[in-house]
């Protein structure tokens, strides 16, 4: 009789894992235990070196655009699809490893169990170490947390040494052995095996298929809590209501209070919306699940050098100081030409300086060092801040609360500033003489990360062409972003021909971005479009085209169409 083969192991090791996955998952959507595969993830990525997690998101960027999918939907997806499939790789290579010692043992039950544990230890130890370190997403408490994740992965390992055994001594159908000839004798033992291996794979399927199917519905069912009332209305009664207009009125009346609503120039149909719907908002962060903060007992302390240590409520920052409200665009510094890792919504919060004046700074201190719930961290520079009192302390988005994913319940806004020097999902504040370079700056991207001024051409509207005076015209249309600098003028050329000025909206604020429209005399055949923008100050934008490292994209947006 053989002995097992060592892709038998392979296959029993990535059975045994996916059902593994499907429990680990279920376990953490019903009682809020650790997801060990995310929290590998955000470890690994968080360790290596800034250049290649650099050269990792990018691959991974490339790839997703050229499936033709939406970058900052989908990019969290891949990120928890590559952490999956990194453990299910661990499972394969553990399974066929564990069959190619056991190979070479005389076949024992107890050995193959005793081998199973230790390739359930060998795995599972480094992942338990792991996730109790970096998880900032389970409910359970450490000691439940562990006893799980030690229990499963033993439990993993053990099966699979039994699978082991189990095939190496296979039980031959009653009442087949005696008739038969030594190689139909064989023939039998292979059919056990495979028949053992059969209900092996449905077994491990149903799990698999089970859990993968119940676990997101456990979890956002014990999710949705944290981040305002689920229900519409209420959101745009918010939002109402911090614009300043009839909380009852609805959408309609929403668009009506948009400061800009009396602008008459209309977007060109296909541009993106000037307010992007919440939901549609782009999310970076270093994390593959976002941080659980609980905003009731969650406290931002306020220490080094300052004369008077406190610790502030979120009830606090609502109250005790005069809301301000902002429309804000909001960029990733790895948003290239013409990518989607940009939105615009309402931000409100408290002036920081205000807060910060609570607990007296110290004359000698300089920076503001911000720390977050994820490990992630910045450094605001004293002389910023009180050269920009727009620097707020945010706690609603869209006039609701933040979302879990979007940093609740405190995140900065820094204008001008890409989005990786405003840390989400604040815990602490320390004023300090000398600066800490940020969670992104250590890692090699630049250290101020101003905002790049940006134009986009979002839609060549040639189904809306219309005619005027006997000439067919066709819309064009997008945004320019400069940060808080603004756009004095967006230009358009098509053929390489003459520079057009576009007609701009006026934006929500003065840093938002601004939609743009050209109305362009219709010829057809395959036309070669760009744009260019010019800063309020004159300053035009950068044409020379170089990468999102370190300091954001530059080069103008370039297409082609058929028209
Ligand atoms: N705590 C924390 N804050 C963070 C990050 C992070 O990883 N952790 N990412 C930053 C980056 S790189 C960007 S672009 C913005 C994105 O904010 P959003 O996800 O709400 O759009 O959050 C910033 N704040
Ligand atoms: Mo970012």
Redesign the pocket.
């Known amino acids: 009789m053989d002995k097992p083969r060592i892709v038998t192991g392979a296959l029993v090791g990535g059975l045994l894992t996916a059902a593994l996955v499907a429990l680990l998952a279920l376990a953490d959507g019903l009682a809020g235990l650790p997801f060990v595969p995310f929290d590998v993830f955000d470890w690994v990525a968080r360790t290596l070196p800034g250049g290649v997690i650099t050269f990792g998101i990018d691959a991974m960027v490339s790839a997703l655009i050229a499936l033709n999918l939406n970058v900052s939907e989908a990019a969290k997806t891949a990120e928890q699809a590559m952490a999956i499939a990194a453990l299910l790789g661990a499972g394969v290579v553990g399974g066929a490893a564990l069959f190619a010692v056991l190979r070479r043992m005389p076949d024992s039950l107890r050995r193959s169990l005793i081998g199973g544990l230790a390739l359930g230890l060998i795995v599972g130890l480094p992942g338990l170490v792991i996730s109790l370190s970096v998880n900032q997403t389970a409910t359970a408490g450490p000691l439940a947390s562990a006893l799980w994740i030690l229990a499963a992965f033993l439990a993993w390992g053990a099966l699979i040494g039994w699978s082991y055994a189990r095939l190496a001594v296979p039980v031959p159908r009653r009442g087949a052995a005696a008739s038969v000839t030594t190689a139909e004798h064989l023939t039998a033992e292979q059919l056990d095996r495979r028949r053992f291996l059969i209900r092996l794979g449905a077994g491990t399927a149903a799990i698999t298929v089970v859990g993968a199917r119940l676990a997101p519905v456990f979890r956002t069912r014990e999710r949705a809590a944290p981040s305002g009332p689920a229900d519409p209305g209420a959101e745009e009664a918010a939002l109402l209501a911090a614009l300043g207009a009839d909380p009852t009125l609805g959408a309609a009346a929403l668009l009506a209070a948009l400061p800009n609503a009396d602008d008459p120039l209309a977007p060109a149909p296909g541009t993106r919306p000037e307010y992007t719907p919440l939901e549609a908002?782009?999310?970076?962060?270093?994390?593959a699940r976002p941080p659980r903060v609980d905003g009731p007992t969650w406290r931002l302390p306020i220490t080094g050098m300052v004369a008077n240590e406190v610790e502030l409520a979120l009830s606090d920052l609502v109250a005790d100081f005069e809301p301000l409200h902002r429309f804000v665009t909001?960029?990733?510094?790895?948003n290239r030409i013409g990518g989607d890792?940009i939105?615009t919504t309402l931000w409100t919060g408290a002036r920081l300086s205000e807060v910060l004046a609570v607990a007296r700074p110290l004359p000698g201190a300089r920076f503001l060092l911000i720390e977050?719930?994820?490990g992630?961290h910045e450094a605001l520079s004293l002389d910023l801040l009180a050269r920009d009192d727009r620097i707020m302390l945010t706690y609603h988005w869209d006039g609701q609360p933040l979302t879990e994913?979007?940093?609740y319940p405190l995140?900065i806004y820094i204008p001008d500033r890409?989005?990786?020097k405003?840390?989400?999902?604040i815990t602490r504040f320390e004023l300090a003489a000398d600066e800490r370079p940020g969670?992104?700056v250590q890692r090699g991207w630049d250290e101020v990360a101003r905002v790049q001024a940006t134009s986009v051409i979002d839609t060549v509207a040639g189904e809306e062409a219309f005619e005027r005076d006997g000439q067919t015209y066709v819309p064009i249309g997008g945004i320019a972003y400069a940060g808080a600098r603004g756009i004095g003028g967006v230009e358009v050329r098509v053929d390489g021909s003459e520079w057009t000025q576009a007609d701009l909206r006026a934006p929500l604020s003065d840093t938002t971005w601004v939609i743009w429209r050209i109305d362009w005399p219709l010829s057809e055949g395959e036309h070669f479009l760009e744009v260019r923008c010019v800063e309020a100050n004159g300053a035009p934008q950068i044409d020379r085209l170089t990468d999102v490292r370190p300091s954001g994209a530059t080069g103008l947006h370039r297409i082609t169409r058929q028209l």
């Open positions: 908002h782009y999310r970076i962060d270093i994390n909001l960029s990733c510094i790895s890792l939105g977050a719930a994820d992630f994913e979007h940093g995140r890409y989005g990786m405003q840390p989400k999902w969670y992104w």
